[in-house]
């Protein structure tokens, strides 16, 4: 894989809700290869000392901040108490790498994400997300398995 210097790695959505019932007995099954596909490629930038930014979705527990997430077939997802809206636990992230809340499809809309990668110099985005659940009917992307 080549990789530029000013290139940052963006997590976006992976996020433990999504692999709850993932142990160390079946994590070489098929439903769990798009995380150690992620999991290859965030040990890429790890080793090689990169930016690695990890951007979950979070929402408020009176659900004002869903929008029109909710009014097609996506259920109730990402609240912020949950301890399942946390990180994945195989790609968590380590010290060092950059953190960013989103309440929205887009990892730019509301949050600094434009910000970073400006003071950060980078001019290559490389990106890992899960298949999730399907987004594309509001204009993002998030598919299930």
């Known amino acids: 894989m080549k990789i530029e210097k000013n290139s940052a790695l963006l997590v976006i959505d992976i996020q433990q809700e999504d692999f709850v019932e993932m ?5 070489n099954n098929p439903e769990w290869t ?3 596909n992620a ?23 009176d659900m004002v901040d869903f929008g ?11 609240i912020e108490n949950s301890p399942n809206t946390d990180y994945a636990k195989l790609t968590y992230p ?3 790498e950059y ?6 499809y887009s990892a730019f809309f509301g949050t600094d994400l434009e910000i ?17 659940r399907l987004h594309s009917l509001y204009g ?3 598919t299930s398995k």
């Open 94 to 96: 380590i010290e060092g």
């Open 39 to 61: 999991k290859r490629v965030l040990d890429v930038f790890r080793s090689r000392k990169l930016p690695v930014i990890q951007i979950k979705e979070v929402h408020r527990p």
């Open 68 to 78: 029109r997430e909710l009014d097609g077939s996506e259920k109730i997802h990402c």
């Open 140 to 142: 993002g992307r998030r």
């Open 99 to 104: 953190l960013i809340s989103k309440r929205r």
């Open 23 to 27: 142990n160390e007995f079946n994590i």
């Open 34 to 36: 798009c995380i150690r």
């Open 116 to 132: 970073l990668l400006k003071g950060l110099n980078v001019d290559s985005l490389f990106n890992r997300r899960p298949y999730r």
